[in-house]
């Protein structure tokens, strides 16, 4: 399953908000209804995991830990605790808890961005910033792919 693109949105006064039909059909097709919601843990944004990937992930964390390590038991319990399950209502919305939208810095408007098996809800403006820095990619992604340098 795999998600791409951008679609803007609008949260209501309630707090729910509309899936962007193309993860919606992406979901259905997948058999997918169930949904975990959580902060992410380096952006200021919100990540909608499929269950199927939430518990990947969560078995992934859980197999790295050792029930007698610390730091790590509390590294997961933290990353659980951190999230909440939601579901799409008959007209495909979700409703989003008062704190994830105030954690996401979320008022009325959100951008939807499809990332790999995930989709991020972020507060529109930061959405723009953080996509409006095409050298920045190019930069990261270079490095990332050792590219080899440029012909002369």
């Known amino acids: 399953m795999r998600f791409?693109?951008?679609i803007d949105a609008k949260v209501d006064e309630k707090g729910?908000?509309?899936v962007p039909s193309s993860f919606r059909k992406i979901l259905?097709?997948?058999e997918e209804l169930g949904l975990i919601l959580r902060r992410d843990i380096f952006q200021r944004c919100l990540i909608l995991y499929p269950q199927?990937?939430?518990d990947k992930q969560v078995d992934a964390i859980t197999a790295k830990t050792n029930m007698f390590d610390r730091n790590g038991r509390n590294a997961l319990r933290q990353f659980v605790a951190g999230a909440e399950a939601v579901?799409?209502?008959s007209g495909g919305r979700i409703l989003i808890p008062k704190r994830y939208l105030e954690e996401a810095g979320i008022k009325n408007d959100v951008r939807f961005i499809g990332v790999d098996n995930t989709i991020e809800v972020w507060n529109k403006q930061d959405a723009e910033a953080l996509l409006g820095q095409p050298e920045a990619l190019a930069?990261?992604?270079e490095e990332m792919m050792n590219a080899p340098q440029?012909?002369?």
């Open 52 to 54: 199927q990937v939430w």
């Open 150 to 152: 440029e012909c002369k």
């Open 87 to 89: 579901s799409l209502d």
């Open 16 to 18: 729910r908000v509309f």
């Open 28 to 30: 259905q097709k997948e």
């Open 139 to 141: 930069d990261c992604l």
């Open 4 to 6: 791409t693109g951008n």
